[in-house]
């Protein structure tokens, strides 16, 4: 795959006299025109630099390729590396992005949500009204019908190993996944979860889903919870001034990003129901920062699930 040169915003021009293009190995890109969807996507595929098991490779699914895939792709890398040694299939990843840039702000919130009030949510920060939400669903039935078909009709994948992951709403979406197509996926990864969207009604039925599966559990669902300390607190630069900080305090107070995830992970645990959770709070790290480890132990996680303690395996969740 490679990455031509950006338009300059300065007066030191980039030319194809004195730069190249960067080329990530090993990684290629679909136009992807989806039949249930109005706009079109991106597939960003990144592909382990080693022969394939008969089985074919553990496939690691994940939202926000736009901003994500460079990391998510040189993290496979090391991955690979890891596996290798210990003769372990890697990864490959798929990561969902838009073909046009701008239209990732522009959709991300309404293919990444799952239906609900909009009574129930919070005031944003900056005052705007909240765009339309809830398009979660038609966004999975894309993925599950037509992506993932696509992807196995190309590359070698082991569909008894398909990890779903994404971060923020990307981590919500995950999560509605569980809930609504538990076997889609064989292991799921939510990266600092917007509980709080929906007044945290995500929660409240992934508890519920413990509860029932506990009666007869048929399988164990593996899933990864992660979240970074600083998500509750502006620190630093990243912090605001005035009014736009004081209102950042607010959003981020009651949204409880921590405490959410803490809480669900907590609850799951206590529930000896279908889902199987581990649990991390990344010290020093905030919102934005959390995804990198996350998504780094998603790749391990999409190798094996075992690379995790579970909530109360020894006390600890690696």
Do not use: C
Not at 176 to 183: E, I, P, Q, V, Y
């Amino acid at each position: 795959m490679t990455f031509s040169a950006f338009e300059p915003h300065s007066a030191h021009a980039v030319t194809e006299a004195d730069a190249e293009p960067l080329v990530v190995p090993n990684a290629f890109v679909h136009q992807f025109q989806p039949e249930k969807l109005d706009i079109a996507l991106r597939l960003y595929v990144s592909v382990p630099d080693v022969p394939p098991p008969d089985e074919g490779f553990p496939v690691l699914y994940a939202f926000d390729a736009d901003i994500s895939f460079i990391a998510l792709a040189d993290m496979a890398r090391n991955v690979t590396m890891s596996a290798r040694r210990v003769k372990r299939a890697p990864p490959l990843v798929v990561g969902i992005g838009y073909a046009a840039p701008e239209d990732h702000l522009k959709r991300r919130i309404y293919d990444l949500t799952p239906p609900t009030d909009i009574g129930k949510l919070p005031k944003r920060p900056n005052g705007l009204p909240w765009p339309k939400t809830g398009g979660g669903d038609a966004f999975l039935d894309v993925l599950i019908d037509e992506i993932k078909p696509f992807i196995a009709a190309r590359y070698p994948v082991d569909d008894r190993a398909e990890t779903l992951a994404g971060h923020s709403l990307g981590g919500l979406l995950v999560l509605h996944a569980l809930l609504t197509r538990a076997d889609a996926f064989d292991r799921y990864v939510a990266s600092s979860p917007s509980l709080w969207f929906g007044d945290r009604e995500t929660s409240d039925k992934l508890i519920a889903f413990q509860e029932q599966t506990a009666r007869s559990v048929s399988r164990k669902i593996p899933l990864r919870l992660t979240v970074g300390r600083l998500e509750e607190t502006p620190t630093g630069w990243r912090a605001q001034k005035g009014k736009a900080l004081e209102n950042r305090k607010v959003w981020l107070k009651n949204n409880r990003m921590v405490g959410n995830t803490k809480d669900l992970a907590e609850a799951l645990a206590k529930i000896n129901g279908a889902i199987q959770v581990s649990f991390d709070i990344y010290s020093g790290l905030g919102h934005a920062a959390a995804n990198y480890p996350a998504f780094y132990q998603a790749l391990e996680f999409a190798v094996g699930p075992d690379a995790f303690r579970a909530v109360g395996e020894e006390g600890k969740s690696r």
